[in-house]
């Protein structure tokens, strides 16, 4: 409910149902995505602001402010997720999967402290490239419209 898209497309216009940014991370490869739940009218003005906020992170670093109320939440939920047996057995199977060895809270802890704004800059400067966006529009009855996406 903190995020950017969150607080500009749900709280500031109320374009949204929800709305919201994931990471989904292979070994070999991963995608980074946003999803919006919104009616008809707003697609386009929701897509558009969705796409107005990658730029900006592209463009501008993000405050200390930002940076350090986003690693808190972050901290906050994986420590969260720690009550919740299958989360903890995810948590263990994909650190084996990935790294093949065990990376202890305390060591994940540390490495979230440790990433700075111009760490967080450079990724968005090679994430959120026009070249590198693709778009997909899933409609109620089912059909997929808006499909851009980039090679």
Known sequence: MSSRLFQNIREKYGFAYSVYSYATMMS?????????????AHVSTSTDLILREFDKLRRKPVSRAELQRTKAQLKGSMMLSLESIPNRMMRLGTSELYFQE???IDSILKQVNVVSQDEIQEI???LFRNDALSKVIIQPDGNTVGSDAKQ
């Open 124 to 126: 968005a400067g090679t």
């Open 102 to 104: 065990f990376n202890s």
């Open 28 to 40: 070999d490869a991963g995608v980074f995505s946003a999803y919006i739940g919104t009616d008809k």
